[in-house]
């Protein structure tokens, strides 16, 4: 069974948030993916869809103009394929959350897609609560990547990239030592509650050390924390979770 996603559902939103529905857009290239998307993202009371589109170039056009917040993003479509996709729309100001939905969790475009900003993803067999519950993860910020995923995307398909630099890269230089340990860390896919326990601190503290990695690397999400550390070499693609 797939592990559970790492990072905390946000479930004890305010009656405001609750009010606001989140705007999602559908992209890919099979109507019927797109119609049976629609009617499950049209079953939750606080989401909507605002537009579909079947392949990239048409979801970079629709994403202007229709301001969603999240994208849910097929990766091989015609025209333009997701990755290009989500590459212009992770470098659009204010751009929507990109969360990649692929039918193998080992697709090579899977990691390729986190380093061009995802801000996760999920397989298209994914429980629907679950895929719900995905979008509102996304919505709210977070990046969606369980940890034994997350290890298996990076070990398999960093290898595919140049030989990482020495860990003092450059990106590296500014970081405390503490929050070296923190993003290698996260890149393990330790979830916040993980984090506090390894380095007996409070959540709270987990997550302001986050929260500054997430400034001093100019980093979206999560998601992106994860690429960082393996590009620049803190952590090695043979580094595993111990579960």
Same mark, same amino acid.
């Given at each position: 069974?797939?592990?559970?996603?790492?990072?905390?559902?946000?479930?004890?939103?305010?009656?405001?948030?609750?009010?606001?529905?989140? !705007?999602?857009?559908?992209? *890919?290239? &099979? +109507?019927?993916?797109?119609?049976?998307?629609?009617?499950l993202v049209a079953s939750a009371p606080d989401l909507e869809v605002?537009?579909?589109?079947?392949?990239?170039?048409?979801?970079? !056009?629709q994403a202007r103009a229709l301001r969603p917040d999240v994208v849910?993003?097929?990766?091989?479509?015609?025209?333009?394929?997701?990755?290009?996709?989500?590459?212009?729309?992770?470098?659009?100001?204010?751009?929507?959350?990109?969360?990649?939905? @692929?039918?193998?969790?080992?697709?090579?475009?899977?990691? %390729?897609?986190?380093?061009?900003?995802?801000?996760?993803?999920?397989?298209?067999?994914?429980?629907?609560?679950?895929?719900?519950?995905?979008? !509102?993860?996304?919505?709210?910020?977070?990046?969606?990547?369980?940890?034994?995923?997350?290890? %298996?995307?990076?070990? +398999?398909?960093?290898? %595919?990239?140049?030989?990482?630099? +020495?860990?003092?890269?450059?990106?590296?230089?500014?970081?405390?030592?503490?929050?070296?340990?923190?993003?290698?860390?996260?890149?393990?896919? !330790?979830?916040?509650?993980?984090?506090?326990?390894?380095?007996?601190?409070?959540?709270?503290?987990?997550? @302001?050390?986050?929260?500054?990695?997430?400034?001093?690397?100019?980093?979206?999400?999560?998601? %992106?924390?994860?690429?960082?550390?393996? &590009?620049?070499?803190?952590?090695?693609?043979?580094?595993? @979770? *111990?579960?």
């Amino acid at each position: 069974m797939p592990d559970e996603p790492s990072l905390l559902m946000p479930d004890d939103r305010s009656a405001s948030e609750m009010a606001a529905q989140t !705007r999602v857009l559908v992209v *890919d290239d &099979e +109507a019927l993916v797109r119609a049976g998307f629609r009617a499950l993202v049209a079953s939750a009371p606080d989401l909507e869809v605002v537009g579909e589109a079947s392949h990239g170039a048409d979801a970079v !056009r629709q994403a202007r103009a229709l301001r969603p917040d999240v994208v849910l993003m097929d990766l091989r479509m015609p025209v333009m394929d997701g990755l290009e996709a989500t590459r212009y729309l992770a470098n659009e100001p204010d751009g929507p959350r990109v969360l990649v939905v @692929t039918t193998f969790d080992h697709d090579e475009h899977v990691f %390729q897609a986190l380093r061009a900003g995802a801000s996760g993803f999920v397989l298209k067999d994914t429980p629907p609560e679950r895929l719900l519950d995905a979008i !509102r993860v996304v919505a709210a910020g977070e990046s969606l990547l369980a940890p034994s995923v997350t290890t %298996q995307l990076v070990s +398999a398909f960093v290898r %595919q990239a140049p030989a990482a630099p +020495a860990p003092d890269d450059g990106r590296l230089a500014g970081l405390t030592e503490r929050e070296k340990e923190v993003l290698a860390l996260v890149a393990r896919g !330790r979830s916040n509650a993980e984090l506090a326990a390894e380095l007996v601190v409070e959540v709270t503290t987990v997550k @302001t050390h986050v929260s500054r990695l997430l400034t001093k690397l100019g980093a979206r999400d999560r998601a %992106q924390l994860v690429v960082a550390a393996y &590009e620049s070499g803190l952590v090695a693609p043979s580094a595993r @979770t *111990d579960g």
